[in-house]
């Protein structure tokens, strides 16, 4: 009986210790990269993967798709310790509203890692040459990656998440 009984406590203390971690960074970052060379063991989900079921995408399929998003989570979170969400999540307030706190509503001692990737520009170009191969590189894309920059609000001590900041430089990714 003893063991039994230690059995199950031991399994509700790891029900209970749920951990997210949150792979973000730009666009061509190399969040998918990141995710699948370190974190392959996990569930996870990609907010392009929610995305890419939509025909077009409007700024109302991008708000349904971070509610989708979030209630997959809370799935995933059903029958899993740790799970990874992998997004843009440029801004700290959709982080905050979409996520953290709905699954802080559900997990109130849930651990929030957040690992940010921010490539250098030739690694955002090299990234992007790798990702489509007969893309012809412009200034355009100069031009993206700065502007991403700006839009983009590293994760701070405030959003109660422990932080890892990665810079991918000269296509030696990590």
């Known amino acids: 009986m003893g063991c039994i009984r230690a059995i199950r406590l031991t399994k509700r203390r790891i029900d209970m210790q749920k951990k997210l971690i949150v ?8 969040k998918t990269f990141y995710r699948q060379k370190f974190l392959n ?9 929610m995305q890419n079921k939509y025909p077009f995408i409007t700024y109302d399929l991008v708000l349904k798709s971070y509610y989708e998003t979030s209630n997959r989570l809370l799935e995933l979170f059903e029958n899993n310790s740790t799970v990874i969400l992998e997004h843009t999540l440029l801004r700290a307030v959709r982080r905050e509203e979409f996520y953290f706190s709905v699954l802080r509503n559900k997990y109130p001692d849930i651990e929030i890692e957040v690992v940010c990737i921010t490539p250098t520009l030739s690694q955002y170009l090299c990234n992007l040459r790798n990702r489509f191969t007969d893309y012809p ?3 355009r894309d100069i031009v993206n990656y700065v502007e991403m920059l700006k839009l983009l609000e590293k994760p701070t001590k405030e959003e109660k998440v422990e932080i890892k900041l990665l810079t991918a430089n000269n296509c030696n990714f990590f």
């Open 137 to 139: 590189l412009s200034y």
């Open 41 to 49: 063991n996990y569930p996870y989900v990609d907010i392009l993967e």
């Open 23 to 30: 792979v973000m960074g730009i666009n061509n970052a190399g």
